[in-house]
């Protein structure tokens, strides 16, 4: 079975970092992504984990650890447009014909607060 | 398109209809998929294409649902006989590649009265 465990909200202040966790238990492993939602909107893609370590993109960096099934999406110097849901997703196992399964968590509501 | 367009954003209808949601992915995204989303989850995985063939369609829910692709193009996503457990966002997304990012449309609203 697939289990993705995130918190369902944060609070953090404009100008602050934040970090949101997540943990998975999936049926294989085949890398981690992050995406953000903001309300009424598409998901948009963060960033992407297949090795073990951190991964940074600008403000965003994202971590991943392999053997404790865990990751952690970090936000600094927050803005308010980063209030928003982001979702962790595992890409579990090879499920043939070209598919690896994607599994999404429920997501993480952060608001940033003045 | 220069992003992945979803038809209709929102749709009403009443228990027991009929309903086809469209999506016309990027261009040249040769994978396709469907999720659909209930308030305060995230995406769940229905259906995902290569080319013309569903090739995964291990997540719909139900015989209700099925989904076509004949051109390797536009899909349609068909439900029938609409419940009101149906109504959700329904996600469309495309990838160029086996491993890459997905790109997501703006989703169809289905609520069933």
């Known amino acids: 079975g697939q289990n993705i465990d995130q918190p369902t909200e944060m609070t953090a202040t404009e100008g602050a970092i934040v970090q949101i966790n997540c943990t998975y238990q999936?049926?294989?492993?085949?890398?981690l992504f992050w995406y953000q939602q903001h309300a009424g909107e598409a998901p948009t893609f963060l960033s992407y984990?297949?090795?073990?370590g951190l991964e940074e993109k600008g403000r965003f960096s994202s971590f991943l650890s392999r053997s404790k099934g865990y990751s952690y999406l970090l936000l600094k110097e927050l803005q308010m447009k980063d209030s928003a849901s982001y979702l962790c997703a595992v890409k579990g196992r090879y499920s043939g014909a070209g598919s690896y399964q994607l599994t999404f968590g429920k997501g993480t509501k952060l608001s940033v607060i003045p | 398109g220069a992003g992945v367009s979803q038809t209709p954003s929102n749709k009403v209808t009443e228990k027991g209809k009929y309903v086809e949601l469209r999506c016309d992915p990027i261009s040249g995204h040769t994978a396709l998929y469907w999720y659909r989303q209930s308030l305060g989850q995230g995406p769940e995985f229905l259906i995902y294409f290569q080319g013309t063939g569903a090739a995964d369609d291990s997540g719909l829910p139900n015989d209700r649902f099925f989904a076509v692709r004949p051109e390797g193009s536009v899909s349609t996503l068909k439900i029938q006989r609409t419940e009101r457990g149906d109504s959700a966002v329904y996600l469309c997304?495309?990838?160029?590649?086996?491993?890459?990012?997905?790109?997501f449309g703006e989703g169809s609203r289905l609520t069933v009265l």
């Open positions: 999936t049926s294989g492993f085949n890398g």
């Open positions: 984990n297949v090795l073990d």
């Open positions: 997304a495309s990838s160029l590649k086996l491993t890459g990012e997905l790109f």
